[in-house]
């Protein structure tokens, strides 16, 4: 057996790409590399304009996902009418529901403009029209005759008056003024405390006194009466004179209007045109130049009441010609949907219920696309039913928000139709959940766009990616990049994707890159990217957050966490983790052991006993207990306590990684076959015994070669590794120079039997027909030391 068979070359290990060649073929937008299968799915959703074809945008943060879709609507042209501006208008039936108007784009401020300048014309005619030499004869007329015959009226009531014994006299009080009866004695006027005097004293009979008491009241009575007719009278004239107006000005108005409904002829203008028309000439009052005169000198908090001949332009889309993007990054109800303002008074609540009315993002999205992350709305409890409902019945209701404050009338303006198309960004995890619970989800959002986190790596993609990086150089106004230094970049991405075969995707983070890279290069005066500035860029970053790793270290070189990295052990081997913090990822060394006994307990997981371990582990530990059962105990039973611990971790563990070190640890705990201590495991097994690959391969490596290098690299040291990570290894350049002189090994197996070779230095040994292993071999002696322990529980139990 030779141990080195496993052993990888320098050549296997090392991986460079050489800088891509740029040509002309070189797709020149290269703004979305590697997103053909998510670009086509956009292109379905946009170019469906039925019921249900929402789209959904998942994939991991920084794979282009907005970018993308920007890209893809550049070409969005729904097959629909025009974009419109959408206008609320008084409504003079129901002043609390205002009424909704739509008209093609930039139409709605032209109408705005026109009919400011109509209410500013029908000001001056009427102001021409009292001031005419027409209105004020047949006004003078009208007056005139109403004089006369109110002069007729009260002369005659004067002579009765007069005739009953009583005078008609004016009395002032302060600045008023009324009108009374006073008695005649004589032909004197005379009050009646004198009469009463006199009535005292015997100079007038108390018969006379009373009926000039009767009479008084009768007159007065009758005095009243005669009064209120003329005040009847007084009224019946001026609604003679606005009637007089009316039929003067109603002519000119309504050519006007005409010529405003010829510039405007669409159906919901020329009705409301209409009923503006009748609410002006039953309003013409509110013209009038001294009523006018007197809005202007009250207070700016009491709008004129010509406000109600007015337009809220609640989305204005003049000048634009392509369909709006909205992105709402706050989708609440009332961002979604909009909003109704309070009125300053509540004068001015119904004159200016229109103007009050705000759009909501969906309502800007008309006709075009509203963006939304799909995190925001799905947890919002009143938006997302509300957004759900928008989208099945193509109907928005602005409402009022709910306040404590709110007005006790309720404005509900008049619903608006209108057609958006929804485009949610969110996690894969959040459709899966929203698809399986929600079934509208499912009919709503018919297109699902995946991005992937890496892209297939061939001589084109390449082309591509690095005429990405160039374009962002050139964008951003960042250092060049020279040949090394794309060729860096291109490798990191490799490593990004953890795939030799593969690109990263999340451009945001190789933007970042060159940024931090650039200002690497200013800082020490170099006017250019290249390879070095990418390593020491990448060297810096990983300074800046890797103290928790250096804690750790410290630690082990202290010998406060106990690792043995030279001779061997029984039942102990150096398995390896790997600590995920989000932005930064590092591996370290952790010792496994394992103790075995006779006994019916089977495998025991102490982490899982202690409620550290999570479900994939406590899985990964029962294939344990099956690879030992089928492997070793076919004519016997598995008769064994053996207990599985991640020596000094405190903390949760989850993951399949460590389940080559834990089968090793308990087969060497089982033979008393001492493993290196100078190597370090990482691979998953299988219940065949088959070593599977695992992730963060090369942090594993690096992390081992680290604490390895700080104690002093002694030329046997070394990781092994599942042969199927052969493409997931991407290190570092130190590690790769040590490897390359011959300080540091890796090892590349097949099956956990390999693997017992490279840590035992002896043969594992196959089975015979019989299934019996050699008697030397690593298998066959923890096949027969496996059968002792059986024999011993059997003689227990008897």
């Keep these: 057996m030779n141990i080195n068979t496993y052993r990888l070359s320098p050549e296997d290990i090392i991986f460079t790409i050489p800088p891509p060649e740029l040509n002309d073929s070189t797709d020149s937008d290269a703004t979305i590399i590697g997103q053909s299968r998510a670009m086509k799915a956009l292109s379905l959703g946009l170019g469906i304009q039925a019921k249900g074809y929402n789209i959904y945008i998942q994939g991991a943060p920084g794979t282009g996902r907005r970018t993308a879709l920007l890209k893809a609507l550049k070409n969005y042209n729904p097959p629909q009418r025009g974009l419109q501006d959408f206008l609320y208008v008084s409504n003079y039936v129901v002043p609390t529901e205002p009424h909704i108007i739509q008209v093609p784009a930039g139409t709605g401020r032209q109408f705005k403009q026109q009919l400011h300048d109509f209410i500013e014309e029908v000001k001056r005619l009427v102001r021409l029209h009292r001031e005419s030499d027409a209105f004020k004869l047949q006004k003078s007329n009208l007056v005139s005759s109403l004089e006369q015959q109110e002069n007729k009226i009260l002369s005659a009531f004067e002579t009765e008056a007069t005739t009953q014994g009583f005078q008609i006299v004016q009395i002032n009080e302060g600045e008023s003024q009324s009108t009374d009866l006073v008695p005649l004695r004589d032909g004197i006027p005379i009050s009646f405390e004198d009469l009463q005097t006199q009535v005292a004293s015997g100079n007038l009979s108390a018969d006379e006194w009373n009926r000039l008491r009767e009479t008084y009241y009768t007159l007065i009575d009758k005095m009243k009466g005669l009064f209120d007719t003329l005040k009847r009278e007084r009224m019946d004239l001026d609604r003679k004179v606005q009637e007089l107006s009316k039929e003067m000005l109603k002519p000119d108005i309504h050519l006007h209007i005409e010529g405003l409904a010829k510039a405007f002829p669409y159906e919901p203008i020329l009705t409301w045109l209409k009923a503006m028309e009748e609410d002006i000439i039953g309003h013409l009052p509110l013209f009038y130049p001294e009523r006018l005169e007197k809005e202007t000198q009250r207070s700016h908090n009491h709008p004129s009441a010509l406000i109600r001949y007015g337009v809220n332009i609640i989305v204005d889309r003049s000048g634009i010609d392509t369909p709006p993007v909205i992105f709402e990054n706050r989708p609440t109800l009332t961002n979604l949907v909009g909003t109704i303002e309070p009125p300053g008074s509540m004068t001015e609540e119904l004159r200016s219920a229109y103007l009050r009315i705000r759009a909501g993002s969906l309502i800007k999205a008309a006709g075009g696309i509203l963006v939304l992350r799909a995190e925001d709305i799905i947890q919002d409890e009143e938006a997302w039913p509300y957004l759900k409902r928008v989208l099945q019945t193509g109907v928005v209701e602005i409402q009022c928000p709910p306040s404590p404050l709110a007005s006790p009338l309720i404005i509900k303006p008049e619903p608006i139709e209108l057609s958006v198309k929804v485009v949610l960004i969110g996690e894969e995890s959040t459709y899966d959940i929203m698809y399986q619970t929600d079934p509208d989800f499912q009919k709503l959002f018919k297109i699902c766009a995946e991005f992937d986190s890496t892209m297939n790596r061939n001589e084109h993609s390449q082309q591509r990616y690095a005429a990405f990086l160039h374009k962002i150089v050139q964008e951003e106004q960042l250092l060049p990049l020279n040949p090394s230094g794309v060729s860096a970049v291109l490798e990191w991405s490799v490593r990004d994707a953890e795939h030799r075969q593969k690109l990263?995707?999340?451009?945001?983070?190789?933007?970042?890159?060159?940024?931090?890279?650039?200002?690497?290069?200013?800082?020490?005066?170099?006017?250019?990217?290249?390879?070095?500035?990418?390593?020491?860029?990448?060297?810096?970053?990983?300074?800046?957050?890797?103290?928790?790793?250096?804690?750790?270290?410290?630690?082990?070189?202290?010998?406060?966490?106990?690792?043995?990295?030279?001779?061997?052990?029984?039942?102990?081997?150096?398995?390896?983790?790997?600590?995920?913090?989000?932005?930064?990822?590092?591996?370290?060394?952790?010792?496994?052991?394992?103790?075995?006994?006779?006994?019916?307990?089977?495998?025991?997981?102490?982490?899982?006993?202690?409620?550290?371990?999570?479900?994939?582990?406590?899985?990964?530990?029962?294939?344990?207990?099956?690879?030992?059962?089928?492997?070793?105990?076919?004519?016997?039973?598995?008769?064994?306590?053996?207990?599985?611990?991640?020596?000094?971790?405190?903390?949760?563990?989850?993951?399949?990684?460590?389940?080559?070190?834990?089968?090793?640890?308990?087969?060497?705990?089982?033979?008393?076959?001492?493993?290196?201590?100078?190597?370090?495991?990482?691979?998953?097994?299988?219940?065949?015994?088959?070593?599977?690959?695992?992730?963060?391969?090369?942090?594993?490596?690096?992390?081992?070669?680290?604490?390895?290098?700080?104690?002093?690299?002694?030329?046997?040291?070394?990781?092994?590794?599942?042969?199927?990570?052969?493409?997931?290894?991407?290190?570092?350049?130190?590690?790769?120079?040590?490897?390359?002189?011959?300080?540091?090994?890796?090892?590349?197996?097949?099956?956990?039997?390999?693997a017992l070779e490279v840590f035992m230095g002896r043969p594992a040994g196959k089975a015979d027909e019989d299934g019996n292993f050699p008697p030397d071999s690593i298998n066959g002696i923890v096949s027969r030391e496996l059968k002792r322990m059986a024999t011993i529980i059997k003689r227990y139990e008897t």
């Design 504 to 754: 990263s995707t999340r451009f945001s983070l190789v933007v970042d890159l060159l940024r931090e890279a650039t200002w690497y290069a200013k800082e020490h005066q170099l006017d250019e990217i290249s390879a070095e500035v990418i390593q020491k860029t990448l060297e810096l970053r990983a300074y800046l957050h890797r103290l928790p790793e250096e804690s750790i270290q410290s630690m082990i070189l202290a010998n406060e966490i106990i690792i043995q990295f030279t001779g061997s052990a029984i039942g102990k081997i150096n398995g390896l983790a790997v600590h995920d913090r989000g932005y930064y990822a590092y591996g370290i060394p952790v010792v496994v052991s394992a103790q075995v006994a006779p006994g019916d307990g089977g495998v025991i997981n102490i982490e899982g006993e202690s409620g550290l371990s999570g479900e994939i582990f406590d899985k990964a530990v029962l294939i344990l207990s099956g690879y030992l059962r089928s492997r070793y105990a076919r004519t016997f039973p598995l008769s064994i306590t053996a207990s599985l611990c991640f020596e000094q971790m405190y903390t949760p563990i989850d993951g399949d990684s460590a389940t080559a070190a834990q089968l090793c640890a308990i087969i060497s705990a089982i033979s008393g076959i001492p493993l290196r201590q100078d190597l370090a495991i990482t691979g998953s097994v299988n219940q065949l015994g088959d070593m599977q690959p695992v992730g963060g391969v090369s942090e594993k490596i690096e992390g081992f070669h680290t604490i390895c290098a700080k104690q002093g690299l002694t030329g046997t040291q070394g990781v092994l590794i599942p042969k199927r990570n052969l493409n997931n290894i991407i290190l570092n350049q130190k590690v790769q120079s040590d490897i390359k002189a011959g300080l540091f090994h890796l090892y590349a197996v097949n099956t956990i039997d390999e």
